[in-house]
């Protein structure tokens, strides 16, 4: 089993619904990364959020960390939010000395 | 600041070759990170340095792989006898640590994509 799990993997939508991508992890942490890649290579991190809810402009990120889940939410979606979403736990021999990351999810938006 | 530089950002070599990457982070990030993306996952990590000590390496980053951050400033990735299987994307990405480093953002370049032929 995967320290991390995402899902779905890929995910197609309409113009303007709501989206959902879920992460699941299986190791302890404080602390949850949401980071967005693009074609041709480009990470952009999104969130790090380590209790409840966080939000920036269309987008919503909520994480129990009792539960070790975390969501990503896009409202009203559109076509510049296609990419990968990836969602990523600290770990490593020193407390966050990196990342391990969900396989991510590929959404494609169409118009 | 620019954010973090990758270079070159393509690389095709025959196999066999020597091939090095570069990383500039963000100026003031004590951090450096390399990690390894294969098409349809996520990144592995590969190894990382908190100035110019390289503290953590991967059990992927066998012996033909080297990585220096000599200053403390940029980083190279050295792939020695490059093989078809080392064809993936090579990520750098840097942060700022403080005591409570997992809460820190972490910024990635763009990446340098290696194709061994």
């Not at chain 1, 089993?1 to 993997?9: A, M, R």
């Not at chain 1, 600290?90 to 938006?109: A, N, W």
């Not at chain 2, 990382?48 to 992927?60: I, V």
Request: aromatic content about 8%; charged content about 20%; some cysteine.
């Amino acid at each position: 089993k995967n320290e991390v799990e995402q899902s779905p993997q890929n995910l197609t939508a309409q113009e303007g619904e709501f989206i959902t991508i879920n992460c699941s992890y299986s190791v302890g942490i404080s602390a949850l990364h949401w980071l967005q890649q693009h074609p041709g290579g480009g990470i952009v991190s999104l969130f790090m959020l380590s209790s409840g809810k966080k939000k920036h402009g269309r987008l919503i990120a909520t994480i129990n960390i009792q539960e070790k889940h975390s969501s990503l939410h896009i409202t009203a979606s559109h076509p510049r939010d296609s990419a990968v979403y990836i969602c990523a736990v600290p770990s490593g021999v020193t407390s966050g000395s990196r990342l391990t990351f969900g396989e991510g999810t590929q959404l494609t938006v169409n118009p | 600041d620019t954010g973090v530089s990758q270079d070159p950002r393509h690389k095709i070599t025959k196999r066999g070759q020597n091939v090095t990457f570069r990383c500039d982070p963000i100026s003031e990030h004590n951090r450096l990170y390399w990690y390894r993306q294969t098409l349809g996952q996520g990144p592995e990590f590969l190894t990382y340095f908190q100035n110019e000590a390289q503290l953590e390496k991967s059990r992927l980053l066998s012996d033909r792989f080297s990585a220096e951050r000599p200053k403390g400033s940029f980083s190279t990735l050295e792939i020695q006898r490059t093989e078809q299987g080392d064809s993936a994307m090579y990520l750098c990405a840097s942060s700022l640590a403080d005591g409570r480093s997992f809460r820190n953002t972490i910024y990635f370049g763009e990446g340098s994509w290696l194709t061994v032929v």
